[in-house]
């Protein structure tokens, strides 16, 4: 551990949730670890390798193939003083689960009269590209955020990984933790003590007065770099990170979407009923003007595996600043950007493993 | 107030006033259902008292016990509190969430009962996390995990049999088999009542307790908890009851059809609460019986008279600050 912060020091997303981990294990001895795969050598794609070896197995362990049981263990084990979490290696998986976090982990705190409280993380990836389909890629957090009694978070860079996850495990609801496949391998500088990113405190990450685009987990990469491509067409785009969406700081979205006048929320999910529809409605309850308002998210089909449909299947740097564009200038014809541009903003493709 | 006080000098006599006080408070719910001054759907278990007895009996005051949406007789077993019992089911404000669990959610951790759920077989795996967290301190106390018949049909108590055997998780699984989930039999849901030996093959000792007897009960669990207590992980006991009421609410269903009164007759005719009053003393069981009734008038009166929740409540307890 150094004394000295290197304000600095660059790190993956991955490193940094890693980095979060061990030193809220550190720190409270009742912070436990547990998950398929959790001990493994590849270890949550690496997001966990190394705990085993600083902490033992009893407070880093896989388990069963036993979602249902697996998660009502970690609310009991939180009911009895211990921090537990728990990690599943895609979001898919936590369907497994609405059971006891909808109707446990949710609910104990309120239904139990205060008498307890479910001090728990469920971490979950979301997976995208090679070919990852229809079973490894949802978004499925709206389904969560629908729930009183959860907090749902999902961080879009290294820096605010490490941030959040030590807010989610010293919070004393659950957490569900959504992490991006895709970001784990992102660069951010990140200071190497701990320290905590509040809950309910969206991120404005780029400033701008044309439209405000608000980017949902790894979707607020892509809005930045739409909002790059839309320089080229002379719009300033405001690219707002919301952090988390439960708790969801609506203020700062409806602020900006009150200065532009205009919001395009993309998200990392389908848009029926998503968080999408939930941003848009808040801020259209909220605003003092009349806003424009977009939503842009998965196409409303079963994610398919085939390149050529998954590209379609998902809203990208283009169809976001096209979007935002016709926004801006409704009365235009359409444009498009530079394809050479486009293709440099456009995202590395992942390439596997899975 | 724990119902088993010193003052209970024997074990009969704890025996007793435990049945005893379960069928009366719950005899006394019944009562006053119809009036609709109880706030909450009741799930009854008399007929069914001497399986919580009997094992709460035989256990030590750090112990946990978890159950399901027919927990008053767990709740009051384990020595819940009566008056906030009664006020939550009338919904006041002193109740043991403030009005807002009713009946089917009835927590007391002062007195460490962990809380019951509606939803079939969710408290099973909360109650091993309980017991992982005790493994972890080093604790010598075990988890008690009620649960009925159905409950044994969820894939979660499979993945629970699993996981408490393989951590060696200080866990008792009771299943208060009362052969019925809600109305169906068991010879409409299992293709088998070998219960105790598929528990056996995740490697958990499993006994069958037939006749209800509260002291047969009272002495597996010792053993059993005995053995818990130095490392011996989790073991199951599967003890056959009877519901004499309807699944939900205070009356009798026999006439809708699904069972008969010739199974409750046979029940009724080893009713535990007659046996174990036999066994004392005439003079001890009116005055067992009489502190009973004061318990329970307290209880009511409590509830009736407290006030019922301000409005903002509404808000409390979202989030755990």
């Known amino acids: ?354 | 107030m724990a119902i088993f006080s010193n003052t209970a000098s024997n074990i009969a006599n704890r025996l007793y006033r435990g049945v005893r006080l379960i069928r009366r408070v719950e005899e006394e719910l019944a009562r006053i259902y119809p009036s609709d001054r109880i706030k909450s759907p009741v799930h009854l278990s008399i007929g069914q008292e001497s399986v919580a007895v009997g094992v709460c009996d035989a256990l030590l005051p750090e112990d946990f016990v978890s159950a399901t949406y027919r927990s008053h007789a767990a709740y009051i077993a384990r020595g819940g509190n009566l008056r906030a019992m009664f006020a939550e089911l009338f919904g006041k404000a002193a109740g043991n969430a403030g009005g807002k669990a009713g009946s089917m959610h009835l927590i007391d951790m002062a007195h460490h009962v962990l809380g019951a759920s509606a939803v079939v077989g969710t408290t099973i795996p909360v109650a091993l996390g309980y017991a992982l967290a005790i493994r972890r301190r080093g604790e010598a106390r075990v988890v008690v995990a009620f649960f009925g018949d159905g409950a044994t049909e969820e894939g979660v108590f499979h993945e629970c049999l699993n996981f408490a055997a393989l951590k060696r998780l200080p866990v008792l699984f009771v299943c208060e088999n009362n052969q019925f989930a809600i109305h169906q039999p068991l010879e409409k849901r299992w293709a088998t009542d070998r219960l105790c030996e598929r528990v056996e093959t995740y490697g958990i000792p499993a006994a069958r307790i037939a006749d209800g007897n509260t002291d047969t009960i009272r002495a597996k669990t010792q053993e059993v908890i005995g053995r818990m207590r130095t490392g011996a992980g989790p073991a199951f006991m599967e003890c056959l009851t009877y519901r004499w009421r309807e699944h939900v609410g205070p009356g009798e269903d026999y006439d809708a059809g699904y069972r008969d009164r010739v199974a409750l007759e046979a029940w009724q005719a080893r009713d535990e609460m007659v046996r174990l009053g036999e066994q004392l003393n005439e003079a001890v069981r009116a005055r067992v019986d009489a502190e009973i009734e004061t318990r329970i008038a307290d209880a009511v009166d409590f509830a009736e008279s407290s006030p019922f929740p301000a409005s903002e409540e509404l808000y409390t307890n979202v989030y755990a600050d």
Request: some cysteine; charged content about 20%; overall charge negative.
């Open chain 1, 1 to 354: 551990m150094s004394t000295q912060t290197d304000p600095g020091r660059v790190l993956t997303y991955v490193d940094a949730l890693r980095e979060a981990q061990a030193q809220e294990m550190a720190r409270d001895d009742n912070v436990f670890v547990f998950g398929l795969d959790v001990d493994d050598h590849r270890a949550i794609q690496g997001s966990t390798r190394g705990l085993l070896e600083a902490f033992g197995p009893d407070r880093v362990f896989t388990t069963p193939l036993s979602e249902d049981a697996m998660t009502g263990v970690a609310i009991g084990a939180a009911m009895a003083g211990m921090r537990p979490i728990h990690v599943h290696i895609r979001m898919d998986f936590l369907m497994l689960c609405m059971n006891q976090l909808v109707n446990m982990a949710a609910k104990s705190h309120y239904m139990y009269g205060g008498q307890v409280s479910v001090p728990m993380v469920v971490r979950c990836m979301i997976g995208k590209s090679w070919g990852q389909g229809a079973q490894h890629s949802q978004g499925l957090y709206s389904m969560l955020m629908h729930v009183p009694g959860l907090k749902v978070v999902a961080p879009s860079n290294a820096y605010d990984v490490k941030g959040c996850l030590a807010t989610a495990v010293r919070d004393n609801n659950p957490v569900i933790f959504v992490e991006h496949r895709l970001l784990y391998s992102t660069e951010a500088c990140v200071p190497e003590e701990s320290y905590t990113v509040p809950f309910g405190q969206a991120r404005t990450v780029r400033q701008g007065d044309a439209v405000t685009i608000v980017g949902v987990s790894n979707m607020l990469v892509e809005c930045l770099r739409a909002a790059e491509l839309l320089v080229e067409a002379g719009i300033e785009a405001e690219v707002i990170d919301p952090v988390s969406l439960v708790p969801l700081d609506i203020e700062t979205i409806t602020a900006s979407a009150g200065r532009t006048g205009r919001l395009l929320v993309v998200d990392n999910a389908w848009t029926n009923c998503g968080a999408s529809a939930e941003i848009v409605a808040g801020v259209v309850e909220r605003a003092s003007r009349p806003v424009m308002a977009r939503r842009m998210g998965y196409a409303p089909v079963t994610c398919p595996t085939t390149p050529v449909l998954e590209e379609a299947f998902y809203p990208n740097p283009v169809t976001i600043a096209m979007k935002a564009n016709e926004m801006v200038r409704p009365d235009m014809a359409a444009w498009q950007p530079d394809p050479e541009h486009a293709r440099l903003a456009h995202q590395t493709q992942f390439r596997g493993p899975f």
